[in-house]
């Protein structure tokens, strides 16, 4: 368990040592009882001593070792757990002055956590398109962002109850067959993140590269322009054959 704190493994010997004896010990009984070698037991009671894992005390020209107690171990890692992860958040990250790379990421949850971010960050405009039962998970705070003055503007595949008022709904219809699970996020005009499935894995890319965000900006709003004439003219244009197989072979 200490090594998932950052402990080596020897540290996490000796310290397993100590705590399961009621007396202290010195180098001898620790080398003893921990199986770490004599040749390092010092240097690993030194860095344990500096990590405030163990006390350590003189008696009678003897160095004795004791271990923090486990509660107090407990507590101690905790309040380092909390402030490592509060120094990450006030981490100063140095922003160059174009960023046009274009980032991967893999993982569902990973690509819903830094979409969520992105959302969270806007501050002026907000374009999304995805499923209904996928965006639903956002909705909450797409309304909140709506109401705070951003601009929000929906592509939604499905049914989708909102009070956001720009949101085009594609219903999809029988004989849609190319129709793929897919995100697309737009914030402030200057940030995107794409993702959509690949071998039933979802994979994403993000960039704030200006010719690709501007390039998913029109795909969505291609997204959208067929989506409307589908939904008024649906019944003129599936009679025509060959601008039926064209739409129904769009992806969306």
């Known amino acids: 368990m200490l090594q998932q704190f950052g402990f080596t493994q020897y540290e996490s010997q000796v310290y397993q040592s100590l705590i399961s004896e009621d007396q202290p010990l010195d180098a001898t009984g620790i080398v003893k009882r921990s199986g770490v070698p004599r040749s390092k037991v010092y240097e690993v009671l030194h860095r344990l ?12 020209k003897k160095r004795l070792y004791t ?14 757990f909390e402030t490592n992860v509060q120094q990450l958040r006030e981490a100063q990250i140095k922003k160059t002055v174009t960023d046009d790379r274009v980032w991967t990421l893999k993982d569902n949850q990973s690509i819903q956590s830094v979409l969520q971010g992105l959302i969270e960050k806007a501050e002026k405009s907000i374009i999304i398109s995805g499923w209904a039962d996928d965006l639903a998970g956002y909705l909450p705070l797409l309304e909140e ?17 909102t009070k956001i008022p720009d949101v085009s709904t594609l219903i999809p219809d029988t004989q849609h067959g190319t129709l793929e699970r897919s995100r697309i996020l737009i914030t402030d005009e200057e940030e995107m993140l794409f993702a959509g499935m690949e071998d039933t894995a979802w994979q994403a890319i993000r960039t704030k590269s200006r010719p690709l ?14 989506t409307e004439i589908t939904r008024k003219y649906k019944d003129t244009v599936m009679k ?13």
């Open 49 to 60: 001593s500096e990590k405030g894992m163990i006390l350590e005390s003189t008696v009678e």
């Open 145 to 161: 962002k709506y109401k705070n003055g951003v601009s929000v503007k929906m592509h939604v595949i499905g049914e989708l109850a």
């Open 67 to 80: 271990a923090l107690p486990i509660e107090a171990t407990i507590k101690k890692l905790k309040a380092d």
């Open 240 to 252: 025509d054959e060959a601008v039926r197989n064209v739409l129904l072979n769009l992806r969306y």
């Open 213 to 226: 965000v501007k390039f998913f900006a029109e795909f969505f709003y291609h997204d959208v322009a067929l």
